[in-house]
T-cell receptor
Framework: DQQVKQNSPSLSVQEGRISILNCDYT??????FLWYKKYPAEGPTFLISISSIKDKNEDGRFTVFLNKSAKHLSLHIVPSQPGDSAVYFCAASERSNDYKLSFGAGTTVTVRA | GAGVSQSPSNKVTEKGKDVELRCDPI?????LYWYRQSLGQGLEFLIY????????KSGLPSDRFSAERTGGSVSTLTIQRTQQEDSAVYLCASKPRGRSSGNTIYFGEGSWLTVV
């Protein structure tokens, strides 16, 4: 039962353009959301997070938007750089089980020079 | 190093054999997780340890899988009578106590298991 869904397995974008990664969730109890980035042969690393009390969180080139009514969040990378080429995982947790992160299947981003 | 350390990094085993995967969490982190990622799949939760509390084993896919954490630090994930569908990257992660760090968990590089 996949509670976090990333329906686009891959995304290709030109260097300097915006990358938009989407994530949908089904569990209305989720109240904390994170994005992780993973390079080949490495473990995922934390990128950015957002609490359900906010609808936007920005950190440099990365911005996460949360639409609770639609149970949807997105990650914007502006401008995209070749080093951003990686797999991006969306993750979510709920307050009652705040230790357990549910992950999506990931989106592979390729930034073309 | 200061990160989560996992060994072996790669393991090829024959179907039916047992394997042990080891995880050394970040020093001082009280929470430890095991996840796995099969080819083309997302990260699948396996088990969670927090201090001396009973572990959450709800993600273990079968009774061939078990894990222990000795002394609140190092953890070993054991897979008995391995099957080909067990082939995956097994990721260990740790987290400090409390929500001050949000729910950020810190992953190791993973143990790549191939069952032939």
């Amino acid at each position: 039962d996949q509670q976090v869904k990333q329906n686009s397995p891959s995304l290709s974008v030109q260097e300097g353009r915006i990358s938009i990664l989407n994530c949908d969730y089904t569990n209305s109890m989720f109240d904390y959301f994170l994005w992780y980035k993973k390079y080949p042969a490495e473990g995922p690393t934390f990128l950015i997070s957002i609490s359900s009390i906010k609808d936007k969180n920005e950190d440099g080139r990365f911005t996460v938007f949360l639409n609770k009514s639609a149970k949807h969040l997105s990650l914007h990378i502006v401008p995209s750089q070749p080093g951003d080429s990686a797999v991006y995982f969306c993750a979510a947790s709920e307050r009652s089980n705040d230790y357990k992160l549910s992950f999506g299947a990931g989106t592979t981003v390729t930034v073309r020079a | 190093g200061a990160g989560v350390s996992q060994s072996p990094s790669n393991k090829v085993t024959e179907k039916g054999k047992d394997v042990e995967l080891r995880c050394d969490p970040i020093s001082g982190h009280t929470a430890l997780y095991w996840y796995r990622q099969s080819l083309g799949q997302g990260l699948e939760f396996l088990i969670y340890f927090q201090g001396n509390s009973a572990p959450d084993k709800s993600g273990l896919p079968s009774d061939r899988f078990s894990a222990e954490r000795t002394g609140g630090s190092v953890s070993t994930l054991t897979i008995q009578r391995t099957q080909q569908e067990d082939s995956a990257v097994y990721l260990c992660a740790s987290k400090p106590r409390g929500r001050s760090s949000g729910n950020t968990i810190y992953f190791g590089e993973g143990s790549w298991l191939t069952v032939v």
